[in-house]
Every structure is written in structure tokens, then in C-alpha cells.
């Protein structure tokens, strides 16, 4: 809880008086390993920002963010494939070692040039356009592209690129001169970065510590300490809240909001997160093989009903996988995915369907309302004549040959649809390398004018026909983007950027502020 009286936080930030500005947060869920380019998680998501830095920054405070000086301060094509960047010099690791070049060039390289099987799988989801990084000299560096890249700055913003220490890694285990697997599964428990907080400890899944790291490049970071502690459910949260074991919680659902809302010592702030929860359907299921059963299985779900229900109307119910965030790449017009149970019902009788069980699998608590949504949704069904059931497990099964449906989300892990749908649906992406989704060579026709055009418009004509080809042969539906609230004690000044990717827990310089009565 913040260490603090409330009359004189500000002056005690401002001032940089004795007394510590300390903060606790209630999370509903708390990563098991911190490495940003192995992680692409909704749970990790919120920790990395406040202890790391990417080469070029960007102004969260806007939906669209404009880029800026990151860890580089500058950056220019010198060839249509290669980016050369000027490094800021002073930036110091956690650690104390200095940051230079050599740092830059083995934390892209161990993505770009991914040996470490998790890596790989990242690399190949959104990085997979780039060939190596290289040194020029101490504080330069260039990157080069396998092929003209219309999105360098948005991939160089990434958190699987942000900058690790290339000697500490190293030497964490075996040959210190080698980076090793079990390096990269070391750091992960035993993080170093360069941002405003280090992180102290970490209990895998149940605590994460940060303290404010004085030694930091940019503006200092408000707070001495932050304490991020699991506390699974959401009335333990609240309960923590209001008896001041906790200052900020997540993951508050719009019907709790009530409870925060009647106490005069509480607040809370929200948005429709940048991501979908989604239903997936694994297209090579036998029962799932006609394409018109899952067509099916999609309009039979009134998302709007469960916007209603489940949201009380704030979540954002998507004519097609699309958001604003995307900018010129934003396309409502499209109608992808649509509620009409009628048609649902002929093409269950078009595609013989004879009441085969459909499984619905849900997560227990991980998704706010997941397995409520999965309920209502297998009520859905019923009405059109599909026989689902619901299935409880808390491991992830979307790998799994037998997998029929289940919930999932989609985050926006960049603003562009690359960075959304492109990163699970591409040729080769997740989804198609778990065994549950196919693409062709016309899919990929697409995808390839899509992803590498330079042209906005062409882009937009490209992921037209990829979404039109999501409809006719679905594998999933997104079924809205969940407004999320996180609640904390009045004097606590602190909301979700509108420029972040979903869930980050920012307590940088102009973050975060404290009430003075």
C-alpha cells in the first residue's frame, strides 16, 4: 500500500524527501517469467514497460502514438533494407554495466537469429522480415531486412526487441562467452533492463517487486517501490482495496464496478482493451470439417447480448477483426462477422449436421467473464440446434488435435492488423503451425500484398479479401474487446494509456501522481 499520507504525497515525490512513495497492486494474474522476447502473454504484457526500453519510443498518450528517441536517438534508411540507428550513450543495465552497441546487436540477434525455441516462435510470428543486426561502431548499429519493410518503426517499438545486457546473459550459466538456452532461462527469472524500475523480486505467479532504478537514462521514475501481489479473485481484490492491503487492482468487470463506485475512498478507471476475446474453432477437427458448421457455430452468437450481459454494454462488439488503433488500416465497413441464428440453422441442415457434441472449452478465471461467456454461448447454440457442452480445464489446449472450440483472446501486440490478427492467422503463424487453422496459396497471395505493400490502399484491399476469407472458412470469432477497469484508492492518479498494447501497468515519469487531499 503507498507509504504515504495523502496531504503531502505530491510534495514527497516533488521534494525527494526521506519518506519512501511505495505501492502495492492487487493483479488477478502474475507472470511466471519475465523476458520480453520470450513472452507475448496478456499476464506478461503488464510488466515489462516500467524495467525496459525498446530503440524507439513512442507517445502513449496518444491512440495512434507518434514514434521518438528511445534507446536510439536517431534512425535513417541508408538502403531500402537497412536501417541505421545512432545509440544514446549514458544508458546504464540495472546491473551497472553501460549499454552499448554490443547489447543492441545480441538482443535483436537473439530474435532475428532465434536459436532458443521460444524465441523462434516469436521471431516468426512478427519478425520474421528480418535478417541480423550489426555493429558499426560503439553507438551505431544497422539492421537489415530480408525485404523492404513498411513498418520499421512499429517493429522496432516491439517488446520482444527491447535491449538486454549481452555479458550478464552470457554469463548467467556455462560458457560465459556463449548464449546458451539455459542463459535465456535463467534471465527470465533473473531479469536486467534498462528502464526507470529494476526489478527486485520475482516470485513466479504469485509476487514481482520494483524499485526505482536511480540510475536510469531518462526522467527518474515517482515511485521508490512497487509490490505487484496474485490475488485471483475479484472480490479479493476489492476486499484488498478497501482495507488498503492493496492501492491498485485489475480486472474489475463492469458489474463490480458498483461496489468501487458506492465508496467514497475508491476509483476506478477503464477502457475497451485493445485486444478480442475470441471463440477459436479448430478447422481440421473431424465434426468441425465443413466450414458451414462453424459458420454456423459464429452466427449463432448474439455478441451483442453478451455485451449486454456480461459488460453492461461497454465492451466493443467488431463487424470485422478491426480496430481504431490500426488508423488508416481501420475498417468498420467490413461485416466479417454477423448474429443470424436463421441462417445458422440452415446451414447446420445444408451440412447434414446430426447433433454431434460440440466441446466449448474455457479457462477457469484466467479471461474476466471467459467462462461465462462460454456458458451463454453453448445456451446459444442450443437454440439454433447445435448439442455444446462446456469443458473447465486451466491448461492451455489450442494445440491439441481433439481441441473443437474454446476461448482465447487476440491482443493488439502492435497498432496495425499485422500486429493483432496477422500475428495469430498469418501463413505459418500460431494457429496454423498448432494444427487448428490452413492457409493455401491464395491466402498467402494476400497476406503477402497485405503485409509487404507500401501502399495503404492496396493494404486495405489485401486484408479485405483475407477477411472475406475468414468468413467463408472460419476459425474464429472475435467476440468483442472486453472493457476492462482497474480500481485504486482515490489519491492514486494512474489510468491505462490509450497508446499501450493491452494491460500495461505504466508507473513511469507522467504516469502516475498522487492527490494531495
Do not use: C
Not at 540495472?94 to 521471431?123: C, I, K
Not at 500486429?419 to 503463424?429: C, D, I, Q
Amino acid at each position: 500500500m503507498t507509504r504515504f499520507l495523502a496531504t503531502t504525497a505530491i510534495a514527497t515525490v516533488l521534494a525527494g524527501s526521506a519518506f519512501a512513495v511505495e505501492l502495492t497492486v492487487g493483479a488477478a494474474n502474475v507472470t511466471g517469467f519475465i523476458d520480453p522476447g520470450r513472452d507475448h502473454s496478456n499476464v506478461g504484457s503488464q510488466f515489462y514497460y516500467n524495467s525496459f526500453d525498446t530503440l524507439v519510443e513512442k507517445n502513449y498518450d496518444k491512440l495512434q502514438g507518434e514514434f521518438r528517441p528511445g534507446l536510439a536517438t536517431e534512425w535513417r534508411l541508408v538502403e531500402p533494407t537497412v536501417m541505421e540507428l545512432k545509440l544514446r550513450q549514458g544508458v546504464t543495465f540495472h546491473n551497472g554495466e553501460a549499454m552499448t552497441a554490443a547489447d543492441v546487436v545480441f538482443s535483436l540477434n537473439r530474435m532475428y537469429q532465434a536459436t532458443f525455441p521460444p524465441y523462434q516462435v516469436r521471431a516468426r510470428d512478427r519478425l520474421a522480415n528480418f535478417d541480423k543486426a550489426e555493429k558499426i561502431d560503439d553507438y551505431t548499429v544497422r539492421i537489415h531486412a530480408k525485404r523492404e519493410e513498411p513498418l520499421w518503426e512499429t517493429l522496432l517499438n516491439l517488446q520482444q526487441v527491447m535491449i538486454i545486457p549481452e555479458e550478464y546473459t552470457k554469463g548467467l550459466t556455462g560458457d560465459p562467452k556463449v548464449a546458451e538456452n539455459d542463459d535465456f532461462e535463467a534471465f527470465s527469472l533473473k531479469p536486467v533492463g534498462t528502464g526507470p524500475y529494476a526489478i527486485t523480486q520475482l516470485v513466479p505467479g504469485e509476487t514481482l517487486v520494483w524499485e526505482r532504478f536511480d540510475g536510469f537514462w531518462g526522467e527518474k521514475a515517482p515511485l521508490d517501490k512497487v509490490t505487484v501481489k496474485h490475488m485471483p479473485e475479484t472480490a479479493s481484490r476489492i476486499t484488498a482495496l478497501k482495507t488498503g492491503e492493496a492501492d491498485l487492482v485489475t480486472n474489475i468487470a463492469p458489474d463490480q464496478l458498483s461496489l468501487i463506485e458506492s465508496d467514497p475512498a475508491l476509483k476506478a478507471a477503464g477502457s475497451a482493451t485493445a485486444l478480442f476475446h475470441v471463440m477459436i474453432m479448430n478447422v481440421n477437427n473431424p465434426v468441425l470439417k465443413d466450414p458451414r458448421i462453424r459458420q454456423a457455430m459464429s452466427l449463432a452468437v448474439d455478441r451483442d447480448t453478451l455485451n449486454e450481459a456480461l459488460w453492461l454494454g461497454k465492451a466493443i462488439v467488431p463487424s470485422t477483426h478491426t480496430m481504431e488503433e490500426f488508423g488508416e488500416l481501420y475498417m468498420p465497413e467490413l461485416t466479417t462477422f454477423e448474429y443470424d441464428p436463421e441462417k445458422a440453422k440452415q446451414l447446420l441442415q445444408e451440412a447434414g449436421y446430426k447433433g454431434e457434441e460440440i466441446v466449448y472449452t474455457s479457462f477457469p478465471t484466467y479471461y474476466t467473464n471467459g467462462l461465462l461467456a462460454a456458458q451463454a454461448i453453448v445456451e446459444m447454440w442450443k437454440e439454433v440446434g447445435i448439442n455444446g457442452k462446456v469443458n473447465v480445464v486451466d491448461k492451455w489446449t489450442g494445440g491439441d488435435a481433439d481441441m473443437m472450440a474454446r476461448n482465447w483472446s487476440n491482443p493488439m501486440y502492435f497498432a496495425d492488423p499485422f500486429g493483432s490478427f496477422g500475428v495469430m492467422w498469418a501463413p505459418n503463424g500460431p494457429s496454423e503451425s498448432e494444427g487448428r487453422f490452413n492457409t493455401d496459396a491464395a491466402y498467402a497471395e494476400s497476406w503477402e500484398r497485405f503485409r509487404f505493400s507500401k501502399d495503404v490502399e492496396a493494404r486495405r484491399a489485401a486484408y479485405a479479401e483475407l477477411m472475406e476469407r475468414i468468413r467463408q472458412d472460419p476459425p474464429v470469432l472475435p467476440l468483442y474487446r472486453p472493457f476492462e477497469s482497474w480500481a485504486m484508492n482515490k489519491n492514486v492518479n494512474w489510468a491505462p494509456k490509450p497508446g499501450h498494447i493491452p494491460y500495461v501497468l505504466d508507473f513511469r515519469a507522467g504516469s502516475i501522481s498522487f492527490a494531495t487531499n
